[in-house]
């Protein structure tokens, strides 16, 4: 399994980024994708996840991030608006084939594939 992150660079503040993660395998054999992000000298953190087209997202990323998955091309997308110097991280694909509940998708251990990062770098 490869999830291939791109999509990231350098951005000014209120600009808007779209992430892509391409799957090797079909996207629809898995239960629940994601991504998550991790800013210098800080944890992983959990920025929104999909699960039959339910979608969640961290308080950061709320109204301002929006997944899609379109299992058609096995891709998973993170269109990022309004961004700030805060959002600054390396982004992760992931995803996984349980169906994980809310809670869970928080947690980087629950979920068992991990794509390489993509760093996104927003400057004011």
């Known amino acids: 399994v490869q999830l291939q992150a791109s999509g990231g660079g350098p951005v000014q503040t209120g600009n808007s980024l779209r992430l892509t993660c391409a799957a090797s395998?079909?996207?629809?054999?898995?239960?629940?994708m994601g991504w998550f992000r991790q800013a210098p000298g800080k944890e992983r953190e959990f920025v929104a996840g999909e699960r039959r087209g339910n979608r969640y997202y961290s308080n950061s990323s709320k109204g301002r991030f929006a997944i899609s998955r379109d299992n058609a091309k096995n891709t998973v997308y993170l269109q990022m608006n309004s961004l700030k110097p805060e959002d600054t991280a390396v982004y992760y694909c992931?995803?996984?084939?349980?169906?994980?509940?809310?809670?869970?998708?928080?947690?980087?251990?629950?979920?068992?594939?991990w794509g390489q990062g993509t760093l996104v770098t927003v400057s004011s």
């Open positions: 395998g079909s996207t629809s054999t898995y239960a629940v």
């Open positions: 992931v995803a996984d084939r349980s169906s994980l509940i809310m809670s869970s998708m928080f947690i980087p251990d629950s979920w068992h594939y």
